[in-house]
């Protein structure tokens, strides 16, 4: 396999899970060798430039494929673990962290978030008018750390919606890698609130947010926050906010559609955000990482907090974050064009399927969350599984979303043994 994501298996075993066969499992071998003519069919037409695709049970590694692209004229394979932009996936990570804090009565959920950030004393949220000229009022109640792990703080992006509030945002220059987690934090407060915290779901910077908060709780900045509490205890010795020199030679490109449709090569992307020269520790988006990583992560939370001996978090705290955390008439959300069938809520840090599409398998309860440039997981405490479909295309939108679908109804063909 060939090209920049042809990452060589064994290289991306190392810092992986142990392997098992298929049978060993519950699953089937033919059924897991269905999914790679899918992805090359999806190379070779030049919609997305390579994949790596994952799936583990029972804590075992059970099918790996790189997918190699002869469409962006890629050269060489990597070595070892290919780095990623995650993006958004660094959203579970930082929600870990506010758990860890949490459970050791560092903090409470229900805490306000002026408490930490007391710019956020003075939230006011958008009551009409123009984006120029917005017209504000007092919220019914503060916003929570609770509603920034959910979403439904109030906050936004600016970049997914057309609202005035979005459009607020848009002129707001949040997206700047040179400003602290503390001054971003700050620059949100002031801004108006789209709806009354607790009421509404919107994916927004409420992440980022967290992020300054465990700074702010732990005294420590978050990148070595997370380092000594996250990363070292699980091996994930590839994940950082900055491109480490052991990092630097396996970072790969991210793609986005150019002229005539083709595939180009953004090289590189959002720097300064992923050198030293970038101060915004971003916990909402922030992290590179590897396959081989991610998967650890996420075995960790299938084990309930811990993994190889080393616990991170208690089981009824992995299990309160796991569950669907929004009120009625919130629920159910729809996050992203063509997302997973079936109804979906959210817990803190990733969405919780309320139930599913037996058409596209899985069970409810499922846990998951995708990034910008087309990363995805999840992990299925029912079925006892983690699965990603991982490449570098920007941004993810329909395509990337649908394909997710298609991976999760190859990948629940596979089961035969529960």
Do not use: C
Request: aromatic share 10%.
């Amino acid at each position: 396999m060939t090209g920049v994501f042809g990452l060589l298996l064994a290289g991306a075993l190392t810092q992986g899970l142990p392997r098992a066969r298929p049978a060993d499992v519950g699953l089937s071998a033919a059924a897991l060798d269905r999914i790679a003519p899918v992805l090359r069919a999806q190379v070779d037409s030049g919609k997305f430039p390579g994949f790596v695709a994952a799936v583990a049970r029972h804590g075992k590694l059970i099918y790996f494929a790189s997918i190699g692209t002869s469409a962006t004229g890629a050269a060489h394979a990597p070595a070892s673990d290919a780095v990623f932009r995650i993006f958004s996936m660094t959203k579970p990570i930082t929600s870990v962290a506010v758990m860890q804090l949490y459970e050791t009565g560092k903090l409470r959920l229900d805490d306000p978030v002026s408490q930490y950030v007391p710019a956020f004393a003075n939230a006011k949220v958008f009551a009409g008018g123009a984006s120029t000229q917005p017209q504000l009022k007092d919220p019914d109640r503060p916003v929570t750390i609770g509603n920034l792990l959910t979403h439904t703080a109030g906050l936004t992006y600016g970049l997914f919606g057309n609202t005035p509030v979005d459009s607020i945002y848009l002129h707001a220059g949040l997206f700047d890698f040179s400003l602290t987690a503390a001054q971003l934090s700050d620059s949100l407060a002031h801004l108006p609130l789209m709806f009354s915290p607790g009421t509404k779901w919107n994916y927004s910077f409420g992440i980022d947010v967290l992020g300054r908060i465990v700074e702010v709780v732990s005294g420590q900045t978050l990148d070595r926050f997370l380092d000594s509490s996250l990363f070292q205890p699980l091996g994930m010795r590839m994940t950082a906010f900055h491109v480490t020199p052991a990092m630097q030679p396996h970072v790969i490109p991210v793609y986005e559609r150019g002229a005539g449709g083709k595939l180009q090569a953004q090289t590189p992307f959002l720097q300064p955000g992923f050198t030293d020269a970038g101060k915004l520790l971003s916990g909402g988006g922030g992290l590179l990482s590897t396959p081989g990583d991610y998967l650890r992560f996420a075995q960790m939370l299938l084990n309930g907090g811990e993994l190889d001996g080393h616990r991170v978090l208690r089981p009824e705290t992995v299990q309160l974050m796991l569950q669907n955390h929004l009120a009625a008439g919130v629920y159910p959300i729809t996050p992203g064009p063509n997302w997973p069938r079936g109804h979906t809520g959210f817990g803190y840090g990733g969405a919780v399927a309320l139930d599913v599409d037996s058409a596209a398998g899985g069970s409810a309860g499922m846990f998951r969350w995708a990034g910008y440039a087309t990363t995805f997981f999840w992990i299925d405490p029912k079925t006892d599984l983690v699965a990603m479909l991982w490449t570098q295309f920007a941004p993810v939108m329909e395509d990337g979303f649908a394909l997710d679908n298609a991976y999760q109804r190859l990948v629940y063909k596979a089961v035969i043994k529960n």
